[in-house]
T-cell receptor, first 118, second 111 residues
Framework: NAGVMQNPRHLVRRRGQEARLRCSPM?????VYWYRQLPEEGLKFMVY????????ESGMPKERFSAEFPKEGPSILRIQQVVRGDSAAYFC????????????????FGPGTRLTVT | GQQVMQIPQYQHVQEGEDFTTYCNSS?????IQWYKQRPGGHPVFLIQ?????EVKKQKRLTFQFGEAKKNSSLHITATQTTDVGTYFC???????????FGKGTTLSVSS
């Protein structure tokens, strides 16, 4: 059973270009989460999606960032007009469901995409 | 908004010594999860605590959830070099859907 897959693993973009990060959740998982991690920082929640729906985007910057999880295909995190401050590791995680009562399902993380903006 | 704080940020121990990391939330949590991230790797789920005062053990690791469900700790007994990595706690608020991660405690172990 393949784990969470992310591609590309490394992405270099010049300032002003667009970055597209892809995430294929584990088989049978319909919940996807995106996080950003800066060096020596924790994981900062960005967005939580279920198939075709955005459940929680409270961590997403208001401009330039968008995410989708279509009915078919991987989840995409899109960053338009990248700036140097966007350089970070972006992790995707998936779970079979979101929450159940007071309990949350464990999240399975992908290997991450390291974005470098030059 | 909800904040989750972890201390210490770094901890270096000699192999065989014990290690503890502490996690504190600004709000009452619905549950708390712990993850481990090896250098250059991705976070891996360790455990989830849901009940007030809950204690769970995994071999040399002991996890606690405070009575008020606002704090948690991870204790490792007799550390080994394989314990090296960053340990994150992640809490979900009572009304939230997102997991809020602490900044982590990075453990280094010398033999």
């Amino acid at each position: 059973n393949a784990g969470v897959m992310q591609n590309p693993r490394h992405l270099v973009r010049r300032r002003g270009q667009e970055a597209r990060l892809r995430c294929s959740p584990m088989k049978g998982h319909s919940h996807v989460y995106w996080y950003r991690q800066l060096p020596e920082e924790g994981l900062k929640f960005m967005v939580y999606l279920q198939k075709e729906n955005i459940i929680d985007e409270s961590g997403m910057p208001k401009e330039r960032f968008s995410a989708e999880f279509p009915k078919e295909g991987p989840s995409i995190l899109r960053i338009q007009q990248v700036v140097r401050g966007d350089s970070a590791a972006y992790f995707c995680a998936s779970s079979p469901q979101g929450t159940s009562g007071g309990s949350s399902y464990e999240q399975y993380f992908g290997p991450g995409t390291r974005l470098t903006v030059t | 908004g909800q904040q989750v704080m972890q201390i210490p940020q770094y901890q270096h121990v000699q192999e065989g010594e014990d290690f503890t990391t502490y996690c504190n939330s600004s709000t009452t949590l619905s549950n708390i999860q712990w993850y481990k991230q090896r250098p250059g790797g991705h976070p891996v789920f360790l455990i989830q605590l849901v009940k007030s005062g809950e204690v769970k053990k995994q071999k040399r690791l002991t996890f606690q959830f405070g009575e008020a469900k606002k704090n948690s700790s991870l204790h490792i007994t007799a550390t080994q070099t394989t314990d090296v990595g960053t340990y994150f706690c992640a809490g979900r608020g009572q009304a939230g859907t997102a997991l809020i991660f602490g900044k982590g405690t990075t453990l280094s172990v010398s033999s």
